[in-house]
């Protein structure tokens, strides 16, 4: 089976967003970067575990600067076998990543690409869908589970109360949600081999902007918490009825 | 003219619908066009659709719609928004959602925003819309800035309001390609709203101490009508499904009110959280984090307040 798992790199979950002083930006500064956990700990586990069932190779892939080579060696690390990064400096759209990742896996005839749910950066959930569509592939998303019998698959995907099990034809495209995999720690020895496997730089394809981001903002921040007193709730639903209108 | 994808959730329009198409007629308010609805499959009440913002209705029916693909869906929707000169089109952000905005956006070449939670709004002569980034952490105005756009809208990000009147329900033909995909089991429990779509919201943390005393947290669901939820390692212990995972890496919600209880509150609890209107936090421990983000507290027992907060859910109710 040839398995190709796409991978984004976000900040570290605990990091607090700053703005920059004009609001136009994140202030990066400071901000440490991990593999977007669902790729990592769901998407990713799960081909390799498949690959371990059934044989073939599994492929790590991201769109982005030379600096998320750290991430892409995670991915070799934690087992992948190769790695491609698309060579791309400038923080670009979803539609431009789909677009990239989509030439890229044109004609290479993966079995199944693989994405995370969403990234818990921009948690936009459209590069997998995108991708898809741009390679007319089947794709499932939020898939909490995934059997494949030779080149057919069958995915469970979360829906709103409940679940939804699809039968369908490799190659496809599918994102993955918890419940898929477990994670993996990378051991030393993985570590090490890391540093040799291949990781192929590839020239990006033009594609035009279709969005862009003005400028951002923070929440509004909580006025101070009121307290209550343990002992009387029927103040607490008088409040949450009268005061906060919720109930 | 805005097009609004109007989802049938179970066979029937219910709030999911309501939401995109009052989020439709609000854009297509601000740009000064009609607002229309698109309808696949023949569920019955499109014409009440109208009272949500819809001036006609289009429906499209065909085989092929009967099971969930999302490919052949967005063929439907691309198509009928190319037939109706739609420039703006809206649909939920939720699993259905999901598995089509993207593939949309891609078949149009068109500019998206996935998971918005305001009106878009013109500013500096652009399109704009605001959505959450970094899990609630901030937002970010997004510019679109192709012809035709495609929008996602979070779920409880507008109140639905009554817009306009009875609509003309007009069918439309398209040819679609046949499912690649075949669903072969669609199970969704009754009674409780999901988790996504609630208002009302009470969550468990690992102060609960184990599955075998959750019912502190059921029962004040129940006496409200809400939905239960639960810190990560509560599902990761599977103490509760992990479907109920809120936070950073579950799921995002933004009911009107979340009642929880037994959670420290960590930055990514938080971060899924922290778009709820109102947050009561029930914790023994002063110093929880948690308090610093809520806008009711409780120090105290949890097993001494929830049956406490129940019974007077309970006396309010009558
Ligand atoms: C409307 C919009 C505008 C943006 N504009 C800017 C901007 O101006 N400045 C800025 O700093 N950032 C910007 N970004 C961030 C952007 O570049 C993201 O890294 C990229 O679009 C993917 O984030 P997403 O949330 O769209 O991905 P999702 O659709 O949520 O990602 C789903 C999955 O796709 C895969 N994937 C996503 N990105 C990559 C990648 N780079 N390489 C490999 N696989 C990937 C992963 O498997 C991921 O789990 C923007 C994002 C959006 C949604
Ligand atoms: C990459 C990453 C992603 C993560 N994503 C998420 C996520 O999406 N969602 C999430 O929830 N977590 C997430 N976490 C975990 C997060 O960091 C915290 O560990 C977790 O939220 C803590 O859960 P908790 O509040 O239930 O437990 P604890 O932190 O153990 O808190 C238990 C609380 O219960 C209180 N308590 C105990 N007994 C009682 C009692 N009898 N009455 C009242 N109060 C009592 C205690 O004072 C304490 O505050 C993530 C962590 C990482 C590293």
Not at chain 1, 38 to 56: F, I, M, P, S, T
Not at chain 1, 68 to 80: F, H, P, Y
Not at chain 1, 143 to 165: C, F, N, P, Y
Not at chain 2, 136 to 159: E, H, M, P, Y
């Amino acid at each position: 089976m040839k398995l190709l798992v796409c991978v984004s790199k976000t900040p570290e979950t605990t990091t607090k967003i700053q703005l920059t002083a004009d609001g136009k930006d994140i202030d990066t500064s400071g901000v440490q970067y991990i593999m977007n956990p669902y790729d990592e700990w769901y998407a990713l586990v799960r081909a390799l575990e498949l690959k371990e069932a059934a044989g073939g190779t599994v492929t790590v892939l991201n769109v982005g600067p030379a600096d998320n080579d750290s991430i892409i060696r995670k991915g070799l690390a934690i087992g992948a076998d190769d790695a491609v990064r698309i060579d791309v400096t400038e923080e670009k759209d979803s539609l431009f990543t789909a677009r990239q990742i989509a030439e890229f896996a044109r004609g290479k005839d993966f079995d199944v690409i693989f994405f995370g749910k969403e990234t818990i950066s921009y948690n936009a959930s459209e590069v997998g869908a995108m991708v898809a569509e741009f390679l007319d592939l089947p794709y499932v998303g939020d898939a909490i589970k995934l059997e494949m019998e030779g080149s057919q698959a069958t995915v469970t995907r979360d829906i709103e109360g409940g679940e939804e099990v699809i039968e369908v034809t490799a190659p496809i495209a599918l994102s993955a949600a918890k419940g898929m995999a477990e994670q993996r720690i990378p051991n030393m020895r993985g570590i090490m081999m890391a540093k040799r496997k291949p990781l192929e730089v590839v020239t990006p394809v033009d594609y035009p902007d279709t969005t862009r981001i003005a400028s951002y903002s923070k929440p509004e921040e909580k006025g101070s918490v009121k307290l209550i007193d343990p002992e009387n709730m029927d103040e607490l639903v008088r409040l949450l009825h009268e005061e906060a209108k919720v109930i | 003219m805005v097009l609004a994808y109007a989802e049938a959730t179970n066979g029937e329009f219910k709030k999911v619908a309501h939401e995109i198409i009052n989020y439709a007629k609000k854009t297509a308010d601000v740009l000064g066009t009609e607002c229309h609805a698109l309808v696949l499959g023949d569920t019955p009440g499109a014409e009440d659709l109208g009272k949500y913002g819809a001036g006609t209705v289009h429906r499209v029916t065909s085989p092929h719609l009967e099971g969930f693909d999302a490919a052949v869906y967005t063929v439907a929707i691309a198509d009928a928004a190319k037939q109706l000169g739609a420039t703006v089109i809206i649909l939920p952000h939720n699993s259905t959602g999901k598995n089509i905005t993207g593939r949309l956006a891609a078949r149009l070449e068109a500019g998206s925003v996935a998971g918005a939670n305001a009106v878009p709004m013109m500013k500096d002569g652009y399109f704009t819309v605001t959505k959450p980034v970094f899990s609630g952490k901030a937002f970010a105005d997004v510019q679109l800035l192709t012809d035709v756009k495609v929008i996602s809208l979070a779920g409880n990000s507008i109140r639905i309001e009554e817009l306009g009147g009875d609509a003309t329900v007009e069918d439309l033909t398209l040819e679609l390609p046949a499912p690649k995909t075949k669903v072969v089991k669609h199970q969704v429990a009754t009674g409780r709203v999901p988790l996504p779509e609630a208002e009302l919201v009470v969550s468990g943390g690992r102060g609960v101490k184990g599955p075998e005393h959750w019912d502190v947290i059921t029962d004040l669901a129940d006496a409200l009508g809400a939905t239960t939820a639960c810190s990560r390692p509560v599902a990761d212990s599977d103490w509760r499904p992990h479907h109920e995972h809120v936070g950073q890496t579950g799921v995002a919600i933004r009911p009107n009110l979340y009642i929880a209880a037994g959670i420290s509150g960590a930055i990514q609890h938080l971060a899924g959280v922290n778009n709820s209107k109102t947050i009561v936090v029930i914790n023994k421990d002063p110093e929880a984090p948690f308090f610093k983000a809520a806008d009711y507290g409780v120090v105290g027992d949890l097993f001494e307040v929830l049956p406490r907060l129940t019974e007077a859910v309970k006396k309010f109710k009558g």
